[in-house]
């Protein structure tokens, strides 16, 4: 992924194994001599702890579908099942719950970061765009899982959810019946949901690697937004990135061990302790905290149609920031009013999850609706007039100079000398 391996292993066995199958090297190539901009703060460390909550999302998965039962009368008990009689069975079932949360936290991260240091622009639009489809086969992938143990709000968020295909012109009633494999959500779709939901993983797994491979081509994007002009701008991925990024994980697993250990329902609905009840309904319909704000622009929109539209519409407009923003200058950190309209829009994302995790009378759909218009507003009118009205701040010369100032990384002075002898070679 990272051009010709450097890599030569001493054993004569590896050799032997290096010079038919050089995956090793592939390794050592992208994962320890590669060299990254030596100004990276630790949000760019979200990028390895997704690929950890990847794995740790697939491993307990496959364990628990070895004791779940997809049958629609039998899916609620084996989720007991696993509870009670499995061994371990309750911390498999809330690590796997909870690290659902925990991976839309990082991957919500991950895109603000994005989107605050202009990590879309090119070269890296084809990384971006593969980022996105990760997200969409990740809220896939999350709302097919929130369905299988077939409680109340599951069972109902299911019928919600795949009705909004039957506002499609024409065709949309018959998606909707061969989506559920009947007139209504049932056996069949619970089937079909649980297979989606073995299968899709293994799809982002895929999508990740050629995620990885876009970004090490052009290399990652940094704080300051200047492309890497030297070897003193960058340093190897090990030991330097390795210990950084082994650090934020551990902060980050105290984190989601809190979670599974002190409070794993906090981030669930408690009516999925009931069981399933077709001819009850629950007095509050609502997804799973991470869908919320598009839920709630999926409500602000009076038509059906125009609700789909719109919930469908705020996630692939993301795939053309690349485009919509019209500023020669990456990084938020140089463009002081941008910034603020930036932090304005992440506000009001959250006000969109508030107003989604509420019932839909009175002033919610006034602030709804109002939400749902600037977050469009936003990435349609703000970010492509920004580029032509906005005057940035002067950037850095290079990433060295960001990092330990003109004077210095000029090679000034005995210090600026001591430093730059003192820096590791990318090639480790």
Known sequence: ?????????KNPVLRWFESRLPIVGLVHSSFVVFPNPRNLNYFWTFGGILAFMLVCQIVT?????????????????????????????????????????????????????????????????????????????????????????????????????????SAIPVVGDSITVWLWGGYSVGNATLNRFFSLHYLMPFMIA????????????????????????????????????????????????????????????????????????????????????????????????????GGVCALFGSILLLAFMPWLDTSRIRSSNFRPIYRVFLFIFFADVFVLGYCGSQEPQGAIVLVSQVATLWYFLHLLVITPLMGFFETPRQLPASITEAVLGPRVAGGSGSFAAARTAASPSVDG
Request: proline share 7%; hydrophobic share 50%.
């Open 206 to 305: 895929g999508v990740v690697v050629l995620h990885i491979w876009a970004l090490h081509v052009p290399g990652s994007n940094n704080p300051v937004g200047v492309e890497v002009k030297s070897k003193k701008d960058t340093l190897p991925f090990h030991p330097y990135f390795t210990v950084k990024d082994g650090l934020a994980l551990s902060c980050f697993l105290v984190f989601f061990a809190y979670f599974v250990f002190f409070i794993p329902n906090y981030l669930g609905h408690s009516d999925n302790y009931i069981e399933a009840n077709p001819l009850v309904t629950p007095a509050h319909i609502v997804p799973e905290w991470y869908f919320l704000p598009y839920y709630a622009m999926l409500r602000a929109v009076p038509s059906k149609l």
């Open 61 to 165: 998965g496959v364990v628990l579908a070895m004791h779940y039962t997809p049958e629609a009368t039998l899916a609620f008990a084996s989720v007991e099942h696993i509870m009670r009689d499995v061994n371990y069975g309750w911390m498999l079932r809330y690590i796997h719950a909870n690290g659902a949360s925990m991976f839309f936290i990082a991957v919500y991260i991950h895109i603000a970061r994005g989107m605050y240091y202009g990590s879309y622009k090119a070269p890296r639009e084809v990384l971006w765009i593969l980022g996105l489809i990760i997200f969409l086969l990740m809220m896939a992938t999350a709302f097919m899982g929130y369905v299988l143990p077939w409680g109340q709000m599951s069972f109902w968020g299911a019928k919600v959810i795949t009705s909004l295909f």
């Open 1 to 9: 992924m990272s051009g010709a391996s450097t890599y030569v292993p």
